[in-house]
């Protein structure tokens, strides 16, 4: 199958199709967390940004693994705050960070489309701050802080190995099935060439953990000279269905990231990487309740927090 070359303004790459929703979430003075925390204040919250992100879905497939990575790199970073979502006119927010730069703009255009929604029915009730579509637990407060510097040594890189990795997951109250299970969203979305360049030109040889024709496909979409907004897909086989692929991949040495293709290489992750293969019930299951997981790092409370009404600015 030929390697699908994708041209991307600016920023690349919380949901993945039928898997994950943007589910707003807010709290007054606690940090306690409950699928019903809107039942009263607003009831119709879940449909409300179900359709939002539905109509946005439609509009590009983009939308999908840009909010799933948003999401992720919006928790990794000070907790599930929506402090990534700030603008900043001195550009030295978080999203304005190095390991930022690649985030894509529909994810932050998902959630403020969300929030407009939300707004309109129920006003100054529901924060920007995200989880999963399946038992969504809500009572997030928005964050009041947003550094680009405190991105820094807080996500994954594409070159890093498991044990780095886990070291950053661990630091979450995230074990390594959930950093193998999260790492499976990387079976939709797309990836710069920068990203991987490394893999086929560094030292003048080929990463022998890539699959040699798989290589040469990457080469073929990335030239040593490759416009600078170029991007392949993350997953070459199966890259717009979020299923278990990924992980099949692996073993056949199609991993783009060094970080995925060393899942499967690593003692501690590959039992999951193989289960995940063969079974994927399996994989879903697992991601559902690491994402969960995920969406209860470093929830914000009383003063800590608010309610923003521009999910890009801060309320004063």
Not at 241 to 252: I, Q, R, S
Not at 278 to 296: D, H, I, W
Request: glycine residues 10%.
């Amino acid at each position: 199958r030929a390697m699908e070359r994708r041209r991307r303004g600016g920023c690349f790459c919380l949901l993945a199709v039928a898997v994950v929703v943007v589910a707003a979430a807010a709290a007054v003075g606690e940090a306690k967390l409950s699928p019903d925390h809107y039942r009263r204040t607003c009831p119709r919250v879940e449909s409300i940004v179900r359709s939002a992100v539905a109509r946005k879905v439609r509009a590009t497939f983009v939308t999908v693994p840009a909010t799933l990575r948003l999401f992720f790199h919006d928790c990794f970073v000070q907790g599930c705050d929506a402090s990534v979502m700030i603008a900043s006119s001195s550009n030295d927010a978080e999203k304005d960070a190095p390991d930022n730069q690649s985030l894509a703009g529909d994810g932050f255009d998902t959630v403020v489309r969300a929030k407009a929604a939300v707004e309109k029915a129920c006003p100054g009730v529901v924060s920007c701050s995200s989880g999963p579509s399946w038992t969504v637990e809500l009572g997030r407060l928005d964050g009041l802080v947003s550094k680009a510097g405190d991105v820094t040594g807080r996500l994954p890189g594409p070159d890093m190995q498991p044990d780095a990795i886990t070291v950053l997951f661990d630091g979450n109250g995230l074990a390594v099935h959930d950093m193998v299970a999260l790492s499976g969203a990387h079976t939709v979305g797309f990836s710069h060439c920068a990203r991987f360049a490394g893999r086929l030109y560094r030292r003048g040889a080929v990463d022998p953990s890539l699959s040699p024709s798989y290589a040469r496909q990457l080469m073929a979409a990335c030239p040593p000279d490759v416009d600078p907004t170029i991007a392949v897909d993350m997953d070459p086989v199966t890259p717009t269905v979020f299923d278990n692929k990924y992980y099949a991949n692996l073993a056949a040495g199609l991993g783009l990231f060094a970080s995925d293709q060393a899942l499967h290489d690593g003692a501690a992750s590959r039992p999951a990487v193989q289960g995940f293969a063969g079974n994927q019930t399996l994989f879903f299951e697992a991601f559902k309740e690491a994402m969960v997981k995920l969406g209860r790092v470093g929830v914000k409370s009383g003063g800590d927090g608010e309610i923003r009404r521009d999910c890009t600015t801060f309320n004063s």
